[in-house]
Nanobody, 119 residues
Framework: QVQLVESGGGLVQAGGSLRLSCAAS????????MGWYRQAPGNQRELVAI??????GYVDSVKGRFTISRDNAKNTVYLQMNKLKPEDTAVYYC??????????????WGQGTQVTVSS
């Protein structure tokens, strides 16, 4: 019903930047919430950033370095990642809550994109 396509991952040196994109398509009435999670090997999946109509939120470890934004017309969410650190290395997953009816929503996960930061 709804598909999420992620892009923008890659290999960078510490201090570099990457911009992740996640585009949603399919049966979408509107977007409720969009966000980014990440998971490193052996670690729990953690919320990195989230964006709603009311504002944005970030995990403490990325505050001041990462910026989440979205283009409502394109149903796309972005994560600008600056001053990357090796600790940021993980698979990054897009998360989107889609309004499919006035009082009903479904959550979807992207396929994941690898971000690797070398020291």
């Amino acid at each position: 019903q709804v598909q999420l396509v992620e892009s923008g991952g890659g290999l960078v040196q510490a201090g570099g930047s990457l911009r992740l994109s996640c585009a949603a398509s399919g049966s979408i009435l509107s977007i409720n919430t969009m966000g980014w999670y990440r998971q490193a090997p052996g670690n729990q999946r953690e919320l990195v950033a989230i964006i709603r109509s009311g504002g944005t939120g970030y995990v403490d470890s990325v505050k001041g370095r990462f910026t989440i934004s979205r283009d409502n017309a394109k149903n796309t969410v972005y994560l600008q990642m600056n001053k990357l650190k090796p600790e940021d290395t993980a698979v990054y997953y897009c998360y989107v809550v889609v309004n499919v009816a006035r009082d009903f929503a479904n959550a979807y996960w992207g396929q994941g994109t690898q971000v690797t930061v070398s020291s």
